[in-house]
């Protein structure tokens, strides 16, 4: 199964300001998405990060907010832009390709 | 919205079976259903998953009702090591592949008592 690691794997931020997250894949996987878990709630599928094109996103999140990368099939960020309080979640990287879904452990971000 | 309903929380003795229960009446004929259970400070992991059939793997057994409209995750004999977040989520159907993007439910907080 994929090892998946991200970074930072956690941070506390001023409001306003923006932070770019790094998921990192040990071998090629076809399907990447992040995911937010805000606190003591459940995961909620924010884009699928799409190879060579722009993210598609959920509803109720936008490209302004959330730009995603992926420039390869091992390697995507995310930024969380112009951060709020209301931007204090864990944001998680899945991949998946022919297998179940895995995860990295998540970025804790705070933002004061 | 299709969704998945648990309950929020549930409790078991160590050495017993756990039947975790999941209400998916709204999703798609052609969802696939995942369960995934979560320890503090980690990313979701992979239990099992099912379209129709009941399924066995070395960590559980899904039982898939006949309707569809609800399953049952079952741990045969529950560890200490079982204490997590159990979700109940569903895939789409994409080109006969069932990993595909993930809607989660909101879980079951499962505490095992030795």
């Known amino acids: 199964s994929a090892v998946i690691s991200q970074k930072p794997s956690r941070d506390i931020c001023q409001r306003g300001t923006s932070l770019t997250i790094q998921c990192q894949v040990d071998?090629?996987?076809?399907?990447m998405f992040w995911y937010r878990q805000q606190p003591g709630q459940s995961l909620t599928l924010i884009a699928t990060a799409n190879q060579g094109s722009e993210a598609t996103y959920e509803s109720g999140f936008v490209i302004d907010k959330f730009p995603i990368s992926r420039p390869n099939l091992t390697f995507s960020t995310l930024t969380v832009s112009n951060m709020s309080p209301e931007d204090s979640s864990i944001y998680l990287c899945?991949?998946?390709?022919?297998?179940?879904?895995?995860f990295g452990d998540g970025t804790r971000l705070s933002i004061l | 919205d299709a969704k998945t309903t648990q309950p929020n929380s549930m409790e078991s003795n160590e050495e017993e079976p756990v039947h975790l229960p999941c209400n998916h009446s709204?999703?798609?004929?052609?969802?696939?259903i995942h369960w995934y259970r979560q320890l503090p400070s980690q990313g979701p992991e992979y239990v099992i998953h099912?379209?129709?059939s009941n399924v066995n793997n070395r960590m559980a057994s899904l039982a898939i009702a006949e309707d569809r409209k609800s399953s049952t995750l079952i741990l045969h004999r529950a560890t200490l090591r079982d204490a997590a977040v159990y979700y109940c989520?569903?895939?789409?159907?994409?080109?006969?592949?069932?990993?595909?993007?993930?809607?989660f439910g909101q879980g079951t907080i499962l505490t095992v008592h030795p």
């Open positions: 709204t999703i798609s004929g052609t969802d696939y």
């Open positions: 071998s090629q996987v076809t399907m």
């Open positions: 899945g991949t998946c390709g022919g297998q179940p879904q895995h």
């Open positions: 989520s569903y895939a789409p159907n994409a080109g006969g592949t069932s990993y595909g993007k993930l809607t």
């Open positions: 099912g379209l129709t």
